[in-house]
């Protein structure tokens, strides 16, 4: 936001330079951006009088001015404005004068120009009589600027514009507002800490606000049908106005923060705005029908045409101010066509109110509107500025566009806002601050910022905020306030930090994250980023309770940015599906990625941060095309499930996880074709499974898809991989190796076989595999046969006895358990 320099002063008498003034706010938290100079220095431009003209005998467009600077003879000007005409008082920029005008290079860049006598097409030219952008009053050059007839012949032009209330020159300075200081949002806020910071008066301008009732009452009515989206509302009558131009000051007033003057009543409602921070509306009153004036909220679908001719569809609950027959304007955001003042408007109603900053907000972002007004609602303007704002800008009506003030104003105030107090102990500010500061300059910095603050103990302020910082909600914010205007800089850099005595460390689920990045990545996999926001109709697709750890309705966003992306991911895989296809279709055929991310359901059972929606990090591995790229040396096979099988396993061992079981499920959805559960003791820790046909379509992937998504916030809590380690000599006897192979039924699992394998087997098993799947003319059709190496050991040498006793309690167990016959 762009703060005038000269502007500034009218509410606080400082002494510092622009530049000086930006590096005070930016070290009291008012970040400025950059200071921009507006206007020129005019020594050497005085007021001239074109006595008479003629055209140039050499350039249509040219004009040959004879121009009395007061000071004997006349000199002859050449100008090229098409408005000059003899008679004209006109600012002349004399010989020697140096004026800033556009590069010839650049146009959009200044230099410095200093003025000689010159000859124009061989006529001689004395001087330059100036348009408004060449002296830097404004980005007007239609033409020359014409002066007042009263204006003195040979004054100088800068004597002339201080007589008319108007700077030569003045600097913007553009701050960076934080949405916590909606204080700062006008003049009078930033002087404020100016003020403060200069330890000067706050010069605020005197206003007579009326007293609720009167004539105002009589002649407008106001209803509050939606109180806590408007909780106040004050109306202004002013008759008899006359709409017209406004005068110079407050067109550069205007000017130098980036407004476009318009007329003397908008104008007025832009200044005060901007003075005090409170925005302002001025109707049409004639247009106003029934005299009536309703603050409700929108049904939904009503149309409605703002002041910039655009037509709107109103979303359901957006504040609207009604007159008796239909919407005058979008509360807080802009007004209506259908009331707008124009030339012909003779009286204005002025509304000033408050409202709610979520319910302005909500309106701007869903509608596509940002205006100055809902920039201020949005942040919070202050609660009882606002019959203040509506009496400062219907004085200023009265004054330059004649009219008078209809008596008394209408004030609906449902709700009275109370302010709250706090409590500030001088040693909290030592202890936060790493100084003391004198309990007199305590007092004295919140009073200057306008705290009320009493003094009730030793070391102990009872505070009240006032109601334009509702930032200021506990003690450690009134800290904040006392440390930025004694100054951070004052503040001593101790000679000593205590330091906690030990290492910092990262978080275990960041220290496994790592650890299973590397793995990953080892394997020849490639990470992946993509968006938490999928479409509702994507998202549910993906949302299979059969696939997820965690079941539950998809979770909606309230304000959506498209249609594309209203709804939280469930699942990592449609992000990840979309790079496969992506990267397959730009000449991938390996196609190996993983993710990590977090994922989302409505959910009860598992609360979260958030109670009703349960959110969870998870893991997706995902592979598709032949194992390797094609070289001399070897021939690729297109991956399979049993891949993506040994990659979860290894990420789930270096995990050093208890047993994991992996049941296998048939049944297909509509995004797998069938896939394993993977569990850890009662709990689901994910699912590894084949892509459905329909997916794979939809997506154009060519080749089959495997997929494992894993919850790793489960498998971080349930991870052993950072206790202590405990190492074990290397055993000093040798281990024995035995084969046993045996057929079962061809759709039993061989998990089962396994951990019967694994039970009986102590204590002598160290290890089993199955090393050999076949199924073919030499077994039963409807059998299969699994071979099993198995490693045994113990700390001996072992016997042939005993290894044959092991191994035939195994080969008993599987055959009394699973119906198996041994393959000799």
Known sequence: MKISYNWLKDYVAHTLGPQELADKLTMAGLEEEEVIPIGNALDGVLVGHVLETAQHPNADRLTLCQVDLGDGEPVQIVCGAPNVAGGQKVPVATVGTTLMLPSRDNPAEKVAVKLKKAKLRGEVSNGMICAEDELGLSDDHAGIMVLHDDATVGQPFEDYLAALGIAAQDAAIDIAITPNRPDATSHIGVARDVAALENLPLQRPEVTVPEHGGAAAEQIAIEIEDPDGCPRYVGIIVRGVEIKESPAWLKQRLTAIGLRPRNNVVDVTNYVMYECGQPLHAFDFDQIAGAKIIVRASEGGEPFTTLDSKEHTLPEGTLL?????????????????????????????????????STVRRAAKLLGISTDASYRFERGVDRVGQAWAAARAAALITELGGGEIVPGMVDAHPQTPESPTLELRSQRVAQVLGVVVADDEIDQILTALGFSAEHVADGSFRVGVPTWRPDVEREIDLVEEVARIYGYDRIPEPAHTALPNRTPQALPADQLRTQARALLSGLGYRETYTNSLLSKERAETFNQPALATVAGDV??????????????????????????????????EVL??????????????????????????????????????????????????????????????????PPIAMQPVNEATSVSSYHLSLSAGEQPIGVIARLSDELMDAHDLRTPVFFAELNWSLLVDLSTALDAHTYAAVPRFPTVNRDV???????????????????????????VNVFDLYEGDRIEADQKSVAFALTLGADRTLKDAEVDRQVNAIVKRLVDDFGAVLRQ
């Open 321 to 357: 101010i009604c007159d008796a027959e239909r919407p005058v304007a979008l509360a807080g955001v802009m007004g209506g066509e259908n009331s707008e003042v124009t030339d012909a408007t003779t009286n204005i109603l002025i509304e000033s109110a408050y409202f709610d900053p």
């Open 555 to 588: 979770v909606e966003t309230l304000n959506p940015i498209t249609q594309e992306m209203t709804t939280l991911r469930p699942s990592l895989l449609p992000g990840v599906l979309s790079v496969m296809a992506h990267n397959q279709n730009h000449g991938q």
């Open 592 to 657: 190996r990625f993983y993710e990590f991310g977090h994922v989302f359901h409505r959910s009860t059972t598992h609360p979260g941060a958030v109670p009703g929606y349960a959110e969870q990090e998870a893991v997706l591995i995902a592979l598709s095309g032949p194992t390797t790229t094609i070289g001399w040396d070897q021939t690729p096979r297109t991956s399979d499930i049993y891949d993506l099988k040994g990659v979860t396993e290894a990420l789930l061992a270096s995990l050093r996880l």
């Open 741 to 767: 192979a045996v057929a079962v039924a061809r759709q039993q699992a061989v998990g089962p076989l396994l951990d019967a394998i694994r039970t009986v087997g102590q204590p002598l098993l160290r290890d």
